[in-house]
């Protein structure tokens, strides 16, 4: 959860440099309605819509348990809407940045700026004008400290992960992902005006399911990766330490989802639901780590079963919380 991350189905990198330089486009011209509509698109695009919905769904969820499942409508409604700008903003930097890269990968290689849709000063306007109005909406319609959250998570994903890590160390989405890990807390804030225990597990359970996702998905374009320069865990330490490392992560997962439980905020149905699915994903996981399969075999069925598991154990939590 590309943490605000690198994608669900698209994850988040070339040599360290300097920002590459802004680009101003011309005017577009005008070409009947069919263009205007591929414009909206492509900025539609920018906003890295499918991982944006993952992580409205985690700050969903961490809405319901921090209010008991009493929703209140107008706050929930402010809160997806500025949190939706702050991870659109997020993705749009993110995008303008890794311009270089994008136009070398066959996986991104068909995004806005690549394909010469929107120019590079206008992506880069564009992300900036959602960070900024998005701080504003939250911190005016909601609280403070939501403002502040989310805005911690955008600067995170943008200068920490994407202009930092991403590009100079197989680490990059284990301590890039705390920014995917943000919209829990955001949205236990955003209900409360405080953060508690619970928020803190259910960061710690975004943070934790992000290496062995993304790694998944490093495996299947790791051609890719290496042909841009990107340090991803299996083309700089290779498909054994990437294996070994995901199943650490994953007992790691589990067991913050089952201390869940222990702060009162959720019932027995979600700990049995995270408990199997738990031991359903590590036992996969450990298996396929031993088994000879190759990397795209065991890539896959490691990228699906996390989703999977992800979805069960936050459905659980709006399904059984405690009042």
Request: charged share 10%.
């Amino acid at each position: 959860m590309e943490t605000y991350t690198q994608e669900i189905a698209e994850s988040p990198v070339g040599d360290a440099g300097p920002l590459p330089v802004l680009g101003i486009a011309a005017p577009v011209p005008s070409a009947g309605l069919g263009r205007r509509w591929e414009v909206v698109r492509a900025y539609v695009e920018l906003t890295k819509p499918r991982i944006m919905l993952l992580l409205l769904f985690t700050a969903f969820s961490a809405m319901v348990v921090a209010s008991g499942g009493h929703l209140p409508l107008a706050r929930t409604l402010w809160t997806m809407l500025g949190l939706a700008l702050s991870t659109g903003g997020a993705a749009a930097l993110n995008m303008w940045y890794d311009r270089d890269i994008d136009a070398i990968m066959r996986r991104t290689q068909r995004r806005p700026l690549p394909q010469g849709l929107v120019a590079p000063g206008q992506a880069l306007a564009f992300g900036i004008i959602l960070g900024v109005v998005s701080t504003l909406l939250l911190a005016v319609a909601v609280n403070p400290l939501t403002a502040g959250l989310s805005l911690g998570g955008f600067l995170y994903y943008v200068f920490i992960y994407t202009m930092w890590l991403k590009r100079t160390t197989p680490q990059n989405i284990v301590i890039g992902g705390g920014a995917g890990a943000f919209p829990p807390l955001v949205g236990w804030a955003a209900v409360t005006g405080h953060l508690a225990a619970a928020a803190g597990l259910m960061f710690l359970i975004v943070f934790l399911w992000t290496p062995p996702h993304f790694w998944a998905l490093a495996l299947f374009k790791n051609d890719d990766y290496r042909r841009a320069g990107i340090p991803m865990m299996p083309a700089v330490r290779g498909e054994r330490v990437t294996k070994r490392q995901s199943v650490g992560y994953a007992v790691l997962l589990v067991a913050a989802s089952l201390l869940l439980y222990g702060t009162g905020v959720v019932g027995r149905m979600y700990l049995g639901v995270a408990a199997v699915a738990g031991l359903g994903f590590l036992i996969l996981t450990v298996a396929m780590a031993r088994e000879q399969l190759p990397a795209v075999k065991w890539a896959k069925r490691t990228f699906l079963a996390s989703l999977m598991y992800l979805a069960a154990v936050f459905i659980a939590m709006v399904l059984n919380v405690h009042a």
